[in-house]
């Protein structure tokens, strides 16, 4: 599978993505307005959706949970 067919991301890979530690990713995950998707115990961001929430929230400071 190439990167270009990845629809939804795990925390790990938005930590990787965004360089950043782990408790982190999960504060970013959990920051009101995140499209995050629960599924169980495991925490699912759809490509598109992020796309979208980053050119939304482009210079923005992002508050933390």
């Given at each position: 599978?190439?990167?270009?067919?990845?629809?939804?991301?795990?925390v790990?890979?938005i930590?990787?993505?965004?360089?950043?530690s782990?408790?982190?990713?999960?504060?970013?995950?959990?920051?009101?307005?995140?499209?995050?998707?629960?599924?169980?115990?495991?925490?699912l961001?759809?490509?598109?959706?992020?796309e979208?929430?980053?050119?939304?929230?482009?210079?923005?400071?992002?508050?933390?949970?």
């Amino acid at each position: 599978m190439q990167n270009n067919d990845i629809v939804m991301f795990s925390v790990k890979d938005i930590r990787d993505m965004f360089k950043c530690s782990l408790s982190q990713a999960y504060g970013i995950v959990n920051s009101n307005g995140f499209p995050s998707i629960r599924l169980g115990g495991k925490i699912l961001i759809e490509k598109k959706a992020l796309e979208n929430w980053l050119e939304k929230n482009k210079g923005k400071k992002v508050f933390l949970n």
